[in-house]
Nanobody
């Protein structure tokens, strides 16, 4: 069982920044895709950003220009740098990995509030 562990969430004011990190127990290159999703209260879980094994990145429209997904293959982590945060970015953020099977982290809370 692969356990993904997210960290870096917290409370931030509008316009602020946070950096989320997702740690995998083994090589992240073993996955075809790693991604960040989020789920706000009362809403469905939605895709935020994807990074493929080849390094190609894709973003939700809401994340374009503000969020950056990256990876550190030496540390087996996938990160999400979030800038210019808005109140509507408030959600639980989940790390996701897909290879032969798919795996989810436990989530980390991001709250954007003044």
């Amino acid at each position: 069982q692969v356990q993904l562990v997210e960290s870096g969430g917290g409370l931030v004011q509008p316009g602020g920044s946070l950096r989320l990190s997702c740690a995998a127990p083994g090589s992240i290159l073993g996955f075809n895709v790693m991604a960040w999703y989020r789920q706000a209260p009362g809403k469905q879980r939605e895709l935020v950003a994807i990074i493929t094994r080849s390094g190609t990145t894709t973003y939700a429209d809401s994340a374009k220009g503000r969020f950056t997904i990256s990876r550190n293959t030496a540390r087996n982590t996938v990160n999400l740098q979030m800038n210019s945060l808005k109140i509507e970015d408030t959600a639980v953020y989940y790390c996701h990995a897909r290879g032969i099977n798919e795996y989810w982290g436990q989530g980390t809370q991001v709250t954007v509030s003044s």
